[in-house]
């Protein structure tokens, strides 16, 4: 675990959130593994599913790949599990590194008991469970709309950056991701590549793309990229006088034309019609 987190303030954020959503909250660690959570009993419904060892290794597959997409889009991700509950995760970071995970779920998402019922049965028809019991345990859970899913997705990002900024978790500076992370921060714009970085850490190509893989949800020239094109954007608002070639040169780019290519690629647009949109005028 890269960070360290405070328990009892975690615990009560926890609790908190609960009060306001009557949805459960869990906090995993950058490995996917829970720290904590409220209330730490989960629901009947689940407790059933993973009675059965297909539907235990189903949950923590599930739990495991929302956690690979959430990071790799670096927002809010809301899914519906393998069993046919609805589920949201956020990815927790400090500064570009993932540190953990806030993840709520066991929400009933549907019109009605009788048609949540019938898209879990056919989620859960592989599963050795006692079908009446998973009826009464499905029928326990309270429907939840999917405005008020919504609303405590909202919640749950405010929970995530609050937990950083009042410093409830923190960084373990010698740590190996983290100084990875600050010698890409101090170096993105020069001619840096993988093989680079993992030369002077004196770690192999693989064990560097693991490690970039979980800190920031995607491999090392992704997030170099997008370091890159965030400065770019930057440069794009605030200095209006430079030119698209100095703006390209700034940030990392020594092609011109690859510049244009990848910017319009990561941004949807190309560099001046991005900079016209955010209210420089020629």
């Known amino acids: 675990m890269i960070s360290?987190?405070?328990?009892?303030?975690?615990?009560a954020l926890l609790k908190d959130f609960y009060n306001l959503t009557e949805i459960r909250i869990t906090v995993f660690d950058d490995k996917f593994c829970e720290l904590a959570a409220y209330p730490q009993e989960i629901a009947p419904f689940c407790r059933l599913i993973r009675t059965d060892e297909a539907g235990?290794?189903?949950?923590?597959?599930?739990?495991?790949?929302?956690?690979?997409?959430?990071?790799?889009?670096?927002?809010?991700?809301?899914?519906?599990?393998?069993?046919?509950?609805?589920?949201?995760?956020?990815?927790?970071?400090?500064g570009n590194i993932i540190i953990g995970y806030l993840f709520f779920g066991h929400v009933f998402a549907y019109p009605s008991h009788e048609s949540g019922w019938e898209?879990?049965?056919?989620?859960?028809?592989?599963?050795?469970?006692?079908?009446t019991a998973l009826h009464n345990a499905c029928f326990l859970l309270p429907p939840k709309t999917e405005d008020y899913i919504m609303s405590a997705s909202h919640i749950l990002e405010l929970v995530a950056a609050y937990l950083c900024l009042e410093r409830k978790a923190s960084l373990r500076r010698q740590e190996l991701p983290v100084r990875i992370d600050a010698y890409i921060q101090e170096h993105f714009a020069e001619d840096i590549d993988a093989m680079q970085v993992a030369n002077v850490f004196g770690i192999?190509?693989?064990?560097?793309?693991?490690?970039?893989?979980?800190?920031?949800?995607?491999?090392?020239?992704?997030?170099?990229?997008?370091l890159r094109i965030g400065r770019a954007k930057r440069l794009l608002e605030?200095?209006?006088?430079?030119?698209?070639?100095?703006?390209?040169?700034?940030?990392?780019?020594?092609?011109?034309?690859?510049?244009?290519?990848?910017?319009?690629k990561n941004v949807g647009m190309p560099p001046k019609a991005y900079q016209h949109k955010h209210g420089f005028r020629e």
């Open 56 to 94: 235990r290794a189903g949950c923590r597959r599930c739990d495991e790949s929302a956690c690979r997409t959430a990071a790799k889009r670096h927002s809010l991700y809301t899914y519906r599990c393998h069993a046919g509950l609805t589920e949201s995760i956020r990815p927790i970071y400090m």
């Open 238 to 264: 605030e200095s209006p006088d430079l030119t698209l070639s100095e703006i390209a040169y700034q940030c990392g780019f020594k092609d011109y034309n690859y510049f244009i290519t990848v910017f319009k």
């Open 119 to 131: 898209e879990i049965q056919k989620r859960c028809g592989r599963y050795n469970i006692d079908r």
């Open 204 to 226: 192999g190509k693989t064990q560097l793309y693991e490690i970039t893989k979980q800190s920031y949800g995607v491999g090392i020239a992704e997030h170099i990229r997008r």
């Open 4 to 11: 360290t987190f405070d328990i009892t303030k975690l615990n």
